[in-house]
């Protein structure tokens, strides 16, 4: 499984990156890949984290130089299309779990959910819909462990609910 980490680059918080550390140590010792936006910060310490335990890791980068990708990532996919490749790395994941997070993270936690894809979120966004009404969409953690085991639950729930009829 692909599971995208996302959230703040350049300037996250000390607490935002262990804890996006923590998220790619997990989600390598489940023995899926990490999948973000390939530069620093949020992005970078979830690479590092599961590179430390020797997991794979995947950089969608906005701009066209793939070396400008965290020194974490396995492979670096340049793109040259800035946040749109948002876009990108949220239909490359099964399931995103945001950490913290500006306006770049509300918009790949838009567009997943948009795609219909599950997004977990850890100390990060929370919505309110135009009528007043809590969005109950992002699945809150409470923990790194917790944000990665309710990550797979979603997805696995996802593909299971999307699974075509059986014609046999």
Same mark, same amino acid.
């Given at each position: 499984?692909?599971?995208?980490?996302? @959230?703040?680059?350049?300037?996250?918080?000390?607490?935002? =990156? *262990?804890?996006?550390?923590?998220?790619?140590?997990?989600?390598?010792?489940?023995?899926?890949?990490?999948?973000?936006?390939?530069? #620093?910060?949020?992005?970078?310490? *979830?690479?590092?984290?599961?590179?430390?335990?020797?997991?794979?890791?995947?950089?969608?980068?906005? /701009?066209?130089?793939?070396?400008?990708? #965290? $020194? =974490?990532?396995?492979?670096?996919?340049?793109?040259?299309? /800035? =946040?749109?490749? #948002?876009?990108?790395?949220?239909?490359?994941?099964?399931? &995103?779990?945001?950490?913290? @997070?500006? =306006?770049?993270?509300?918009?790949?936690?838009?567009?997943?959910?948009?795609? %219909?894809?599950?997004?977990?979120?850890?100390?990060?966004?929370?919505?309110?819909?135009?009528?007043?009404?809590?969005?109950? &969409?992002?699945? $809150?953690?409470?923990?790194?462990? %917790?944000?990665?085991?309710?990550?797979?639950?979603?997805?696995?729930?996802? @593909?299971?609910?999307?699974?075509?009829?059986?014609?046999?």
């Amino acid at each position: 499984m692909i599971i995208a980490v996302i @959230g703040k680059g350049d300037g996250c918080s000390a607490e935002a =990156y *262990a804890l996006a550390e923590a998220v790619g140590r997990e989600v390598a010792r489940r023995g899926h890949v990490v999948v973000c936006g390939g530069l #620093n910060g949020v992005m970078e310490a *979830a690479c590092k984290g599961a590179k430390s335990e020797g997991g794979a890791t995947i950089g969608i980068l906005p /701009g066209e130089e793939p070396r400008s990708a #965290n $020194p =974490y990532v396995d492979t670096a996919i340049a793109t040259g299309m /800035g =946040y749109a490749r #948002n876009a990108i790395i949220v239909l490359t994941a099964e399931v &995103s779990i945001a950490i913290h @997070g500006e =306006y770049g993270t509300l918009s790949e936690i838009a567009l997943a959910r948009g795609y %219909d894809r599950p997004v977990v979120g850890l100390r990060s966004w929370s919505l309110t819909r135009p009528d007043g009404a809590e969005d109950r &969409s992002i699945i $809150p953690a409470d923990d790194p462990s %917790d944000a990665v085991e309710k990550a797979i639950q979603a997805a696995q729930s996802r @593909g299971r609910s999307s699974a075509p009829a059986s014609t046999t």
